[in-house]
């Protein structure tokens, strides 16, 4: 298994920016897949999944300003942050099964900042 997130960098608050991980080795279509983060200093919170039927779910302190999106023929899980603040500065994962049973799996993480 292999996830590698990309899309990350540094934006002024008000900015956007479009997070992409792209999955391999596994059925990745067979998956529900998210987005986690996590500050310096601060737990680590889950953003945004999506589950194999299409269907989303999101934090509350993201709704309305990120999208989440999956194309399974590309292999690749998308995030779509608009209207970023300050406090959404973070590491950003990309996670395989976010239920955390066994077959779950993270990326390396790819840095957002917000100044």
């Known amino acids: 298994v292999q996830l590698v997130e990309s899309g990350g960098g540094s934006v002024q608050a008000g900015g956007s920016l479009r997070l992409s991980c792209a999955a391999s080795?596994?059925?990745?279509?067979?998956?529900?897949m998210g987005w986690f983060r996590q500050a310096p200093g601060k737990e680590r919170d889950g953003v945004a999944a999506?589950?194999?039927?299409?269907?989303?779910s999101y934090a509350d302190f993201v709704k309305g300003r990120f999208t989440i999106a999956r194309d399974n023929a590309k292999n690749t899980l998308y995030l779509q942050l608009d209207s970023l603040q300050t406090g959404d500065t973070a590491m950003y994962y990309c996670?395989?099964?976010?239920?955390?049973?066994?077959?779950?799996?993270w990326g390396r993480g790819t840095q957002v900042t917000v100044s």
């Open positions: 996670v395989k099964d976010v239920s955390g049973g066994p077959t779950a799996y």
């Open positions: 080795g596994y059925a990745y279509s067979s998956y529900c």
């Open positions: 999506i589950d194999s039927d299409g269907s989303t």
